[in-house]
């Protein structure tokens, strides 16, 4: 067999020196390879077998003769060579196109699903996220800064989820398939100039410094939300400064809880003022209010309806899988005799789990756990559809719940803010308001959070672990459920003779007119059961060096008059299902005092923010400064909720000095 070893020596030659495929080469191979099978391959009628030729002689003894015969050898070689050519032009033409010009490409999903329980994809995220606050923000690294607005740093991609199957059970809970495919190599590695993000913030001014003589009544809403102190970590934790729009002070400052005096009596809550030299100002003075919510011991029962987002860009692990897991925390601090019913919406909305007692809690968790996620954000629907069952489940002396959980924005239904306002401050009217919580990042719409839960008398918060999501929802439940004052304003008026200067920090999205104060038909902000408040002003004392502004020329001038008082401190607030509201009335006198450690700690993290803002307001005081005054103020921390602030505002000062 020397001569077919060298002619398969000629063919393995020709092959590696075979010609750049072309299309013009790929077609002229084809053509004449299809030719010649039509010349040579066909054959007349089948010759009769024979002992020397049987019929089934077997294709390999067949190839190899027909090779064997010489006036075949050099055309079979020839016409494979081509056809092995024209295939080879073939299938690598594609990936050339694909290397060679940009494509957006969808990642496929497979036709036929191998089913994932959605209870390992909790466990991952239960894994992934449950860190100590200490581990969260320690092993972290910074990352090149970017506009967190339009970029973000790729996490390798997570476990994809697709909808295989979907019905209704007998009991009303969907039952569908989870499945996995793998995402292309590519986006299973970090890539971290590429950016997904579509998150979305306000752009809001900061409060500007107001002339007392000028302008000497401030007027704001109380606000209790929290949602802004857990995106910053979750930024820091990524490596990442956060987005200045998304960093409200109020927010920041008022995620922690404080050991403030407790109200006595039948009041529902408690303030207190406290006026201390400003950290980062020895020329100007923080006047500091605090306000204590009264606990509640005897709760009537709760009807919650969890109205959760299902829509295909809850996929992640830090989406669907961990609200299923946050909310199976809830489960265990809910009373026998509550109710819960749950809602998804994606494409459309459906009932998954009628009316049910939270002493069945089973079957709550299974119908949680046959969630995935796919379709569109028809989170409008999922709204009325929400409200329809909560109105359903309400009864005299009970309280009812919509717990709205979402990755952001509602592309589906009701599109405008405004409409979605309208329609979720329509319905707190009946008394059930309605709390959003937050989970993942790449599509937040934060603006539309906040415009629903303030309308809805509800709170905001974001999840980001399912660490938060144990404070949230198991330590603050009563706290989030059970609302003791609603319409709480807080109106400052300030002594002209007093204060040169003064400003609010923080509660822009807050802020009502003078005229608001006095009227029970505007909105303001609910204190829940045993939430603290705190809401703080830098103001400058006449005669003082930090007075940025000069007296009018033609300007009216402040009389000699009252020295004694610094300001007079208003509150409103109303019972719940009362409409008419009640007054408070305090006068802060003149005079410095200790801050004390709830004050000085509160005042670190308003620091904080500033300086994440970006706020020229502070002078030369930087991150160190407000380490070293969060350090000497964590009291008990019980916990590691300060201790862990420490450690995001040492990140924040590593990462800007990049």
Same mark, same amino acid.
């Given at each position: ?37 039509? @010349? ?52 690598? *033409? ?78 009303? &809970? ?11 190599? @590519? ?29 000497? &009544? ?26 200045? %729009? ?6 920041? /400052? ?18 207190? #003022? ?39 860009? *809850? ?8 609200? #299923? ?5 809830? =489960? ?7 109710? #819960? ?18 002493? $069945? ?6 119908? =949680? ?29 009970? #309280? ?35 709390? /959003? ?19 809805? %008398? ?63 038909? &505007? ?42 008082? =610094? ?17 408070? $009335? ?5 005079? &410095? ?66």
């Amino acid at each position: 067999m020397p001569e077919f070893e060298d002619e398969l020596d000629k063919l393995r030659a020709a092959l590696r020196e075979a010609p750049a495929p072309d299309e013009a080469t790929k077609e002229a191979a084809l053509r004449r390879a299809e030719e010649n099978f039509e @010349r040579l391959q066909g054959s007349a009628s089948a010759a009769r077998p024979t002992d020397i030729s049987p019929k089934r002689a077997g294709f390999l003894k067949g190839l190899g003769q027909m090779f064997m015969k010489p006036n075949l050898k050099p055309m079979m070689l020839a016409t494979s060579s081509l056809v092995i050519v024209g295939v080879g032009v073939v299938l690598t *033409m594609p990936l050339l196109r694909e290397q060679s010009a940009p494509a957006l490409r969808n990642e496929a999903v497979a036709s036929k699903p191998s089913p994932v329980s959605i209870s390992e994809l909790s466990e991952a995220a239960n894994d992934a996220e449950q860190e100590s606050p200490r581990a969260r923000a320690a092993t972290s690294q910074p990352a090149p800064e970017r506009d967190d607005a339009t970029a973000s740093v790729a996490a390798p991609g997570p476990m994809r989820m697709a909808k295989s199957a979907e019905g209704f059970s007998a009991q009303g &809970v969907a039952v569908s398939n989870l499945t996995t495919s793998s995402p292309p190599l @590519r986006d299973r590695l970090p890539q971290s100039g590429i950016s997904q993000s579509r998150d979305q913030f306000l752009d809001v001014s900061y409060n500007p410094l107001k002339v007392t003589s000028e302008e000497p &009544v401030s007027t704001f809403s109380i606000d209790v939300d929290t949602a802004s102190y857990s995106w910053v970590r979750s930024s820091l934790s990524r490596g990442q400064m956060p987005d200045p %729009n998304s960093v409200r002070v109020e927010e920041m /400052v008022n995620y922690f809880p404080y050991a403030y005096p407790a109200p006595e009596g039948d009041v529902p809550f408690r303030q207190t #003022v406290t006026v201390s030299e400003t950290p980062w100002n020895t020329d100007t003075q923080l006047m500091h209010i605090a306000i204590q919510g009264a606990q509640i011991t005897d709760r009537p029962p709760l009807n919650l309806v969890f109205l959760l987002d299902t829509s295909g860009s *809850m996929q992640d692990a830090n989406k669907l899988p961990l609200l #299923v897991q946050s909310f199976r925390l809830m =489960l265990g601090q809910l009373h026998p005799e509550d109710e #819960v019913a749950i809602v998804t919406y994606a494409g459309s909305a459906g009932t998954v789990l009628e009316p049910t007692k939270a002493s $069945e809690r089973r079957k709550i968790e299974d119908a =949680l756990l046959r969630l995935s996620a796919g379709g569109s954000t028809a989170g409008g629907e999922g709204l009325r559809a929400a409200y329809t069952l909560a109105d359903q489940m309400s009864r005299d002396g009970e #309280v009812s719940r919509v717990l709205l959980a979402t990755d952001g924005d509602f592309n589906v239904g009701m599109q405008s803010d405004a409409e979605l306002k309208s329609f979720v401050e329509q319905k707190r009217q009946s008394g059930t308001y309605l709390s /959003v919580f937050g989970f993942g990042r790449g599509n937040v719409n934060d603006a539309l959070m906040q415009t629903l839960a303030q309308n809805g %008398n509800g709170q905001a918060a974001y999840i980001d672990t399912l660490a938060e999501a144990q404070k949230v929802l198991v330590d603050q439940l009563s706290g989030a459920m059970f609302t003791i004052a609603q319409d709480v304003k807080i109106q400052v008026e300030f002594n002209p003779a007093t204060v040169a200067e003064y400003r609010l920090i923080g509660y822009e999205t807050r802020a009502l007119r003078r005229e608001d104060f006095n009227n029970d038909r &505007v909105d303001a902000g609910e204190i829940g059961a045993g939430h603290t408040v705190t809401a703080l002003y830098e103001i400058t004392p006449v005669g003082s060096d930090a007075v940025l502004t000069d007296p009018l020329r033609f300007g009216s001038t402040v009389e000699d008059g009252n020295t004694s008082d =610094l300001a007079f401190l208003r509150l409103r607030y109303k019972e719940p299902g009362v409409t008419q509201s009640k007054l408070l $009335e305090e006068v802060v006198p003149v005079g &410095v005092q200790n801050a004390g450690p709830e004050a000085s700690f509160g005042a670190a993290i308003a620091g904080f923010a500033q300086l994440l803002r970006g706020e020229t307001a502070l002078g030369d005081w930087n991150y160190a400064d407000a380490v070293a005054l969060a350090n000497a103020n964590k009291g008990s921390d019980e916990f590691g909720y300060r201790a862990e602030a420490v450690q995001l505002i040492r990140l924040a000062e590593s990462m800007s000095r990049n």
